[in-house]
């Protein structure tokens, strides 16, 4: 498996986009961080073509979105 970091994600965007490196860890940061309060404040957050995060009592729940499921194979294991 690939591990992927705040920092890869970071030189993708920077590499893809032409964006100096400090910029895009500031922006991958500042999207995360807004994805997190929001999932910790109950909300549902769908991302189209990756899936839906959603808070149930003391866990995060993720759905993956059809395409993602297609993606991977089909393979249906909801929240793991």
Same mark, same amino acid.
């Given at each position: 498996?690939?591990?992927?970091?705040?920092?890869?994600? =970071?030189?993708?965007?920077?590499?893809?986009? &032409?964006?100096?490196?400090?910029? =895009?860890?500031?922006?991958?940061?500042?999207?995360?961080?807004?994805? =997190?309060?929001?999932?910790?404040?109950?909300?549902?957050?769908?991302?189209? &073509?990756?899936?839906?995060?959603?808070?149930?009592?003391?866990?995060? &729940?993720?759905?993956?979105?059809?395409?993602?499921?297609?993606?991977? &194979?089909?393979?249906?294991?909801?929240?793991?």
């Amino acid at each position: 498996h690939m591990k992927i970091t705040k920092s890869s994600l =970071a030189k993708k965007l920077s590499s893809e986009e &032409g964006v100096p490196e400090y910029i =895009a860890k500031k922006q991958v940061s500042q999207v995360l961080s807004a994805l =997190a309060d929001r999932i910790t404040k109950c909300e549902k957050v769908m991302i189209s &073509g990756l899936g839906t995060f959603e808070r149930k009592g003391k866990h995060i &729940g993720f759905m993956p979105s059809k395409k993602l499921k297609n993606l991977k &194979g089909g393979n249906d294991e909801g929240d793991k």
